[in-house]
């Protein structure tokens, strides 16, 4: 058991790459992923998204969730304000942002492991942009211990 | 008003009066300039052509001194002669752009114990009259109106490109927008952006000399009474040559060429002496 | 919630996509990560999964292993989704238990490195299958569809489209912001590359438009307002005030005729400025409707209060109101065509090619009027100086493949260019250079066009062109404009003085695109135009369903293609009316009545107004036919007392921690 941790510690230091949470709603933001795919532009295989219809669906448990689950940072895509295919969805998952960043300084997680872009169907380059920008700031970062923490205080 | 002065080579010998009228003219619509000690050359030299990464070096003290000289925050360095200021903003924004370049750049001005922080705004006069100062405040400055003269503005060919940081890249107006502020009528002509052969009326004189008979010509064709300019090295090819090249081809092109501010002093009153006028080869008659 | 007793059995589906995915990912080592997945029970990989052989290999599967859910892993579900949810209904399965993800999209088209694509592939399929087991069966819920449409624009699309809906029996509504339909083509003098009368064609559809008695036609009109969804729209339309009422007014002109004003004083915008125009007119002989209008902007009247109205009295029909206010009108609709069009590039925003500078440089839809017999100067090409011109510029992409203006291709210039050519030819005798790029020409009989032109003596010259100058070298030159360019053919720079340039503008989103976007809750593509659902295979539809797109305002586009379009659209709209109802997306909101506290915190949240409160209850609840299934009512519920179908907080994460939990 104890080799098997070791090892696995060595992997992680010889390649570790950050894992990205990217929650992005149907409409826009999964959309200009779609879009970037279609355009072959070319970001880092750091993000795994989850689409839900909205950002409003944006729970804060799901942030909480992924990060205690060993997610290095999470991106939350979705309408730029006006624009929401549900009206004010986009809204109300800022309004959510806030009050889940203020948790994190709490909690003392570095604020760069949350984003929240507004990225509009047509954004494919931005999307791209954001995904790179983001990879480059969290491998910077480094690899986040809030997992192990859980772990810890489970034990 | 404030600003940080980089005066560079051509403005303290050739284009003296560029430098004295702009002084003038600035000092008495109250904008201050305050020159940048210890400054060196530009790099608007062969330099940047053969080792761009060792003349940006050079270039680059400067806006490192400006970040000494100015203090905190955002620096205002006003850079008068057109090579100058597109060697100085290229710098800048190549240092914006290019990390392996700012890396290299900054490490030697760490070897001589500088640093550049990236916090100068490269500047022109004509962008600080324009957009700073404005022309409404100009118009009311105005003291004697310039009644009747047929103004052409040549802007050559390093003030608005390759960066565009004012005015339009291929059309630039401001010096014409000025010469209607001061109550002059602003020519309008095909030539402004037009090449004025550089250095090449001295190393390969017969395509120099040829470029600016074909300015000159128009200014005439178009008839224009004075030619106003931004640069020291367009205001000495277009004045310095004109008996040569009205010999070569047969047609007089004498006109005279001033620098801009020299013609706002003018019509602010100014004194003649002050604006350097007695230094110009072809004598604007109607000043 | 599933059914515990229920046994999950997994089928996981790699698709390769041919290399588009196995190039980039190793599909087979996928396949063979999930097999070892729990609850997966069998795991493939395939060359093209949508095709039928991939389809019914679901199906077989789903039979022979007595699998109960699917992964099918593949592209994006916004294309495929649909075809999945179908096979898998073919084999007796609910639709709702088969899950996608997507790695063509997101993965092997956007991530280079092949081992870290395969490794994000494996967490996704590993996401889905955790998601995949809690996922419940659902069934689609069905509205009706109003039969009536909405079309908003009448050009040629608006046109064509809406009499195809009106002679298939529909109600149509069509709303025109100008005060006369027929868009830009009414202002063409002649199309290419038949060089028919543009005005012959498309006059009688105008005028069928207006005397279709399933058609509503409201000119000088605007969309103010939208609400409701596929099947189900309610417009409200702002018919603006022209002063002039629509069912007196015969088009007699007398009115203009006695207008204070004994000449036309204000620019034409029918002739693009060129002539004059009196405040009270009537845009050309063929505006239908055939109705003056009245311009409050220079009507003397509106400015100064203080005029005889002299166009009043001259009215014996009493048919002009100066108290007229703009009226509201409110339809139902159960689908929407637009079909908005284009605007032309402003040519002053390339100043290096002297527009508005130098007189004699005009825009092609300036000598579009120019070369129309009922136009400015009634069929003559003429310079300012009113001279005909001896020799004729015309610059090709001005506005279009330009890094600095806009980067597309606005695919008609090239063909009226040449057509203009030819009319400038015929009716002058110029020479008439064309300044090209490359010379485009797909379509039937355009490549011929182009080639009888070779062949007409117009001189092409192969290079874009740096600038339009007064500069003169010659005495022989003085007084003409000076086109420079290179000529690529030849290497060299060549200056062609000319009497005239015509610039060839382009095709560019309308200004008022984004407003009309937004109020139709549809999406743009990043240089403006309308987004279609799917470039190739759902050209006229949007993201939004019941709203279909057609002609210009999706893309630069000519007359043939826009008609093809509308007609497109139009029957996408015929297929919704005539199915009768929509089966909509189960993905709607629900509420645990035992967890519900009541505090009320959903109510305010609901931007559709579908929570209400129960006050006998003290509970919530939802109006399924108004929830539209964001879920963000769900997200704000601090009992979790609200729950959302498709996308239930038990699915979200299962598949958040199957991302990161192996």
């Known amino acids: 058991m104890q080799e098997e941790v070791k090892n696995n510690n060595i992997q992680t230091a010889k390649a570790w790459k950050p894992k990205i949470l990217a929650i992005f709603c149907n409409w826009c933001t999964y959309t200009a992923s779609d879009l970037a795919g279609v355009s072959r532009l070319k970001y880092p295989a750091t993000t795994r998204v989850v689409r839900i219809m909205c950002s409003g669906r944006l729970d804060p448990q799901f942030i909480l969730t992924a990060f205690s689950e060993g997610a290095d940072a999470i991106l939350i895509g979705g309408c730029h304000p006006g624009d929401c295919h549900y009206a004010t969805g986009n809204y109300k998952c800022l309004r959510r942002f806030h009050l889940i960043q203020k948790y994190m300084k709490q909690m003392n997680i570095e604020p760069e492991r949350l984003r929240l872009e507004w990225i509009s169907a047509s954004e494919g380059k931005r999307l791209a942009e954001v995904i790179g920008e983001m990879t480059e700031t969290i491998t910077k970062l480094g690899q986040s211990k809030i997992k192990q923490q859980v772990a810890n205080i489970e034990k | ?287 | 919630m599933s059914n515990n007793k229920e046994e999950i059995r997994i089928g996981v589906y790699i698709c390769h996509c041919g290399h588009n995915i196995a190039g980039a990912v190793d599909v087979v080592g996928v396949a063979e990560y999930a097999a070892k997945l729990p609850n997966v029970v069998i795991s493939k990989d395939y060359k093209y999964m949508c095709s039928d052989p991939g389809q019914e290999l679901i199906a077989a599967d789903i039979k022979e292993y007595n699998l109960n859910r699917i992964v099918v892993t593949s592209c994006s579900p916004l294309l495929h989704e649909k075809t999945f949810r179908e096979a898998t209904t073919k084999a007796g399965l609910n639709q709702y238990f088969m899950q996608m993800v997507n790695i063509r999209e997101n993965v092997s088209w956007v991530n280079e490195n092949f081992d870290d694509a395969t490794e994000k592939s494996k967490d996704l399929v590993r996401a889905a299958v955790q998601r995949v087991a809690f996922q419940r069966a659902l069934e689609k819920q069905k509205v009706p569809v109003n039969p009536n449409v909405l079309i908003v624009g009448g050009g040629i699309a608006g046109i064509s489209a809406a009499l195809t809906m009106a002679n298939a029996g529909k109600k149509v509504y069509l709303v025109e912001k100008e005060s006369t339909i027929g868009g830009h083509m009414a202002i063409f003098d002649k199309t290419f590359p038949t060089l028919d009368c543009a005005a012959c064609i498309l006059t009688p559809k105008m005028s069928s438009v207006k005397n279709h008695p399933n058609i509503t036609l409201w000119t000088y009109s605007e969309v103010s307002n939208v609400e409701g969804f596929v099947g189900n729209y309610k417009v409200q339309v702002t018919r603006k005030p022209r002063y002039v009422i629509e069912d007196l007014c015969v088009g007699c002109m007398l009115c203009v005729e006695k207008c204070i004003f004994k000449e036309g004083k204000f620019p034409d915008e029918f002739n693009q400025g060129l002539s004059k125009r009196k405040p009270v007119y009537v845009p050309f002989p063929q505006a239908t409707p055939l109705v003056a209008v009245i311009d409050d902007k220079t009507c003397i009247h509106f400015k100064t209060g203080k005029c005889t109205q002299t166009c009043k009295t001259a009215c014996d029909r009493n048919a002009i109101d100066f108290d007229q206010k703009p009226e509201i009108k409110e339809i139902e609709v159960g689908t929407v065509l637009l079909t908005t069009g284009f605007q032309a590039f402003d040519a002053k925003k390339v100043p290096y090619y002297g527009y508005g500078k130098y007189p004699n440089v005009f825009t092609s839809l300036e000598v579009e009027r120019m070369v129309n017999a009922s136009g400015p100067t009634e069929g003559h090409v003429l310079t300012r100086e009113g001279k005909a011109p001896k020799s004729v510029g015309i610059i090709h992409c001005v506005g279009s493949r330009d890094e600095k203006t806009h980067k597309w291709c606005s695919r008609v210039c090239c063909m009226y260019s040449l057509k203009l050519a030819h009319l400038i030819k015929e009716h002058t005798g110029a020479d008439v250079y064309n300044f090209y790029i490359d010379m485009r020409t797909p379509g039937k009989g355009y490549e011929e066009f182009y080639d009888k032109l070779l062949h007409e003596d117009v001189h092409f010259i192969r290079g874009r062109v740096s600038e339009v100058t007064d500069w003169i070298t010659s005495p022989e030159e003085e007084g003409k404009l000076i086109i420079r360019a290179e000529d690529t053919m030849i290497g060299m720079v060549r200056r062609i003085p000319v009497d005239m340039v015509v610039l060839a503008v382009g095709m560019e989103p309308r200004d008022d695109a984004q407003e009309i976007r937004k109020m139709f809750n549809i999406s743009c593509s990043t240089e403006g135009f309308f987004l279609e659902r799917h470039p190739k295979l759902a050209p006229v539809n949007t993201f939004t369903d019941g709203v279909f797109i057609a002609g210009a305002c999706q893309g630069p586009r000519d007359i043939p293609d826009s008609v093809a379009q509308a007609g497109a659209a139009a029957a996408e709209a015929l297929v919704l009316i005539d199915s009768g109802h929509v089966e909509l997306e189960p993905n709607t909101a629900y509420i645990v009545d035992e967890i519900c506290s009541g505090c009320k915190s959903c109510l305010n949240i609901c931007p559709y107004k579908a929570i209400t409160f129960d006050l006998e209850k003290n509970k919530s609840s939802i109006n399924v036919a108004l929830c539209k299934g964001c879920g963000t009512c769900v997200a704000a519920c601090p009992s979790s007392a609200i729950k959302q179908n498709l996308f239930e907080d038990v699915e979200i994460f299962s598949e958040i921690k199957g991302i990161f939990v192996e």
Request: net charge neutral; glycine share 8%.
């Open chain 2, 1 to 287: 008003m404030k600003y940080l002065y980089y005066p560079g080579c051509s403005l303290k010998s050739s284009g003296k009066s560029y430098e004295e009228s702009m002084l003038a003219v600035f000092k008495h619509l109250g904008i201050e300039l305050q020159e940048l000690n210890d400054w060196n050359c530009c790099g608007a030299t062969n330099y940047m052509a053969i080792n761009e990464q060792s003349a940006m070096s050079v270039t680059s003290r400067n806006l490192a001194l400006a970040e000494e000289q100015g203090g905190s925050g955002e620096i205002n360095l006003v850079a008068p002669c057109n090579a100058c200021y597109m060697g100085l903003l290229k710098t800048k924004t190549y240092l914006e752009n290019e990390q392996g370049l700012r890396d290299s750049v900054l490490q030697k001005l760490d070897s001589i114990g500088m640093k550049y922080e990236g916090r100068v705004k490269v500047r022109h006069p004509l962008d600080i009259l324009v957009n700073d100062f404005g022309l409404d405040k100009l118009k009311m400055a105005v003291k004697k109106p310039l009644k009747d003269l047929n103004v052409v503005s040549y802007y050559g060919c390093q003030v608005v490109r390759p960066i565009t940081a004012f005015d339009d890249a291929s059309d630039p107006v401001y010096m014409d927008q000025i010469a209607m502020t001061l109550g002059a009528t602003a020519v309008d002509w095909g030539m402004k952006v037009r090449c004025c052969g550089g250095s090449m009326t001295s190393t390969v004189s017969d395509v120099g000399l040829r470029l600016n008979y074909l300015l000159l010509k128009e200014a005439k064709r178009k008839k224009a009474d004075i030619i106003i300019t931004a640069c020291p090295l367009c205001q000495f090819n277009l004045e310095c040559f004109q008996d040569k090249i009205s010999r070569k081809y047969g047609e007089s092109v004498n006109i005279p060429v001033v620098f801009f501010p020299q013609l706002i002093g003018m019509a602010l009153g100014l004194d003649k002496k002050e604006l350097g006028l007695q230094r110009m080869f072809v004598q604007p008659q109607y000043l």
